[in-house]
């Protein structure tokens, strides 16, 4: 009995131990995906309508996607702890904001989350984080986040493209 009780809980370690590493591909094909939509985003904005704001006070078409990329890198960062290459906010306020440069930027922050993502383990997926500096959550919760942010502001972007004219691309859920 003793002995079947050691290869029951093995089995099972085993198996939640598969799960979790299925976990995080099915995270990177999640990401590797939503890098493709968003670029499909890029795409369908005309390059002269990249500095459309819908009111005044509201971030550009741009400024949108480049604070999309910014919290994918700071998100990320807090979450894998490998070093985000640009600092918190820098994309947003990048000089440069033409339809190629912002293009160039967002698809390098998806890189490297992907890239990041494929150092994890379920192991690194279950540590605590401090994300932000106030929000205490497993880093696979910060992952998640940082999934739901670029969502968030993706689909913001679906009004800035009506505003100028243009259709949206078709939603990519799978």
Known sequence: ????????????????????????????????????YTKEYLDAMPADKYSLKPTPEMRSFA????????????????ATGVASPVGMGESEKSADQSKE?????????YDFVINSLKTMTPEK?????????????????ALEKCF??????RGQATVYIRLAGATPPQEKLF
């Open 1 to 36: 009995m003793k002995n079947l009780f050691a290869t029951l809980t093995m089995l099972f370690a085993f198996i939640g131990l598969t799960q979790a590493q299925t976990s995080i591909v099915e995270m990177v094909k999640d990401w590797e995906r939503a890098k493709v």
């Open 63 to 78: 400024q949108q996607m480049l604070h999309l990329t910014d919290g994918n890198y700071g998100f990320t960062t807090a």
């Open 101 to 109: 440069n912002v293009t160039k930027l967002v698809m390098a922050g």
């Open 125 to 141: 997926l279950a540590e605590k984080t401090t994300l932000f500096g106030r929000f205490e959550m497993t880093k696979g919760q």
């Open 148 to 153: 739901e942010h670029q969502t968030h502001h």
